[in-house]
């Protein structure tokens, strides 16, 4: 078995036991009601490609949530990320994406929790 960068063992295609964990958590809740329209590894453009003067190509920056899903109770939008530790690039992108979701809510399931973004709920599972 391979590891990540950060030892995670991938189990049933997610990429730790704390994502796979979330999900069978998420499809329960989908089940029941709570939770409506769940998709995984949902893509978001947070700066379209483009060519710079000289002509070459820059890549687009995309960030790609583990969960979005819709509360039933409020049709809510929550975009959901599991992650072991923050990565520089993690913090830089999901702050980018808060300045484009206007109408939903970030939901970090951290081990790290000592980083604080406003607006943005922290809980351990």
Not at 11 to 38: F, H, P, T, V
């Amino acid at each position: 078995m391979r590891f990540s960068k950060y030892n995670a063992k991938r189990i049933n295609g997610y990429d730790s036991k704390k994502e796979a964990k979330r999900a069978e958590e998420l499809k329960l809740l989908e089940k029941s009601g709570a939770i409506r329209n769940l998709k995984e590894q949902t893509a978001f453009i947070l700066q379209p490609n483009f060519r710079d003067d000289s002509g070459k190509m820059i890549r687009a920056i995309k960030y790609v949530a583990d969960f979005v899903y819709l509360k039933t109770c409020d049709n809510c939008l929550m975009i959901e990320d599991v992650k072991g530790w923050r990565t520089k690039d993690y913090i830089i992108k999901s702050k980018m994406l808060k300045k484009h979701i206007a109408d939903g809510s970030i939901r970090e399931i951290c081990d790290d929790i000592d980083f604080d973004f406003s607006n943005v709920i922290f809980f351990e599972s």
